[in-house]
């Protein structure tokens, strides 16, 4: 049995692009990828990052984050 532990480090805004897509970032804005940036499920505008070898990543191939008040996914 393995665990491991993430830790949260806060990614300023103007800059998430660019860590997630660091070669892309110049071709799409925040806004085109997720409106205003508050959780469609409860209003909430803080997101984690989910970890690139999290599942729903692999799977998925994209950046997904998870509003961190009720949970809901979305990718970047």
Same mark, same amino acid.
């Given at each position: 049995?393995?665990?491991?532990?993430?830790?949260?480090?806060? !990614?300023?805004?103007? &800059?998430?692009?660019?860590?997630?897509?660091?070669?892309?970032?110049? &071709?799409m804005?925040?806004?085109d990828? !997720?409106?205003?940036?508050?959780?469609?499920?409860?209003? =909430?505008?803080?997101?984690i990052?989910?970890? &690139?070898?999290?599942?729903?990543?692999?799977?998925?191939? &994209?950046?997904?984050?998870?509003?961190?008040? =009720?949970?809901?996914? !979305?990718?970047?």
């Amino acid at each position: 049995m393995r665990f491991f532990q993430s830790v949260l480090k806060e !990614i300023p805004s103007d &800059k998430i692009l660019k860590h997630c897509y660091p070669t892309n970032h110049k &071709k799409m804005s925040l806004e085109d990828r !997720i409106g205003d940036g508050k959780c469609i499920e409860c209003d =909430c505008d803080s997101w984690i990052l989910l970890a &690139k070898e999290s599942a729903i990543v692999v799977q998925g191939g &994209k950046d997904y984050c998870e509003c961190m008040n =009720c949970g809901h996914t !979305i990718h970047l």
